[in-house]
């Protein structure tokens, strides 16, 4: 009965697939009758994601934000968003922030939220003016990154705007 293909885990699911659907329509994004359909298509692709595991070495850090013309790093951290507290990780991150580069903490979690300065292990990354990705996935802060950076959102406004719910996509 149940394919139980994948699981929503900060949204109620939409709809329950199996042999037959079942659609949560209290659950849907209610659109706008007025309003025009509208595909966004202008996207910045010069970003990456980097998931933080034990033992990371700095040179991998330090390649990636070294990529040319690179606007946007997706940093995928522990738990509630913590990182190590590392020197050389701040003053990494510290440097491709100072480049421009706009770094977003979302959780590895597959569920939760990031709770930037929560704990001393994230209170750096706020520190650092780190965006908080909150409880966005990965995937929709990809998007997100990409969207914003293509729509030339100025620099004083960015981490503001990206940490603001835009369609749903974040609490």
């Not at 070495?57 to 509630?80: D, F, H």
């Not at 650092?128 to 729509?151: C, F, H, P, R, W």
């Amino acid at each position: 009965e149940h394919f139980q293909a994948f699981a929503s885990l900060n949204y109620p699911q939409l709809i329950e697939s199996g042999v037959h659907l079942t659609v949560f329509k209290e659950y849907l994004l209610k659109v706008h009758p007025r309003k025009k359909f509208k595909v966004h298509k202008i996207m910045d692709r010069n970003v990456a994601i980097l998931k933080l595991f034990p033992g990371l070495a700095a040179v991998v850090l330090e390649s990636i934000l070294n990529i040319p013309n690179l606007r946007g790093l997706i940093l995928e951290t522990y738990g509630a968003g913590n990182a190590p507290n590392e020197p050389w990780l701040v003053d990494i991150l510290r440097k491709g922030i100072s480049q421009g580069i706009h770094i977003v903490n979302v959780t590895q979690c597959s569920g939760g939220s990031v709770q930037m300065g929560h704990y001393e292990t994230s209170e750096q990354l706020k520190n650092l003016q780190v965006i908080n990705g909150k409880d966005i996935t990965t995937e929709a802060a990809m998007a997100k990154l990409m969207y914003l950076l293509g729509s030339n959102i100025s620099e004083s406004l960015f981490k503001t705007v990206f940490e603001t719910p835009l369609r749903g996509e974040m609490q």
